[in-house]
């Protein structure tokens, strides 16, 4: 089995920064891609970043030169450093991770989210 958390999340003033991280545990045998993305009431859920194994970044257009994705391979975590937050930020933030299992092989995780708030 394995399981991804996440933390880091709060309210935060605009202008502030917030560090999320996620944490992929149990049956693992290598881990691939992770990113972040997150989803407000009504929308769908919009990419926020990712982050391949050899260190390769992406990021949403929107977040582009305010967040930086980075990923500790050793502890299978995966962080999202957030400056500048608008409110416009605000969402549930979602940690996932392509992770290859002996018993599922590959294939996508999900957190169970986290919660950013932006106050104005």
């Known amino acids: 089995q394995v399981q991804l958390v996440e933390s880091g999340g709060g309210l935060v003033q605009a202008g502030g920064s917030l560090r999320l991280s996620c944490a992929a545990s149990g049956s693992i045998f290598s881990i691939n891609a992770m990113g972040w993305y997150r989803q407000t009431p009504g929308k769908q859920r919009e990419l926020v970043a990712t982050?391949?194994?050899?260190?390769?970044?992406n990021y949403g257009d929107s977040v582009k030169g305010r967040f930086t994705i980075s990923r500790d391979n050793a502890k299978n975590t995966v962080y999202l450093q957030m400056n500048s937050l608008k409110p416009e930020d605000a969402a549930v933030y979602y940690c996932v991770a392509i992770i290859a299992t002996v018993v599922h092989g590959t294939k996508d995780y999900w957190g169970q989210g986290t919660q950013v708030t932006v106050s104005s």
């Open positions: 982050i391949t194994s050899g260190g390769s970044t």
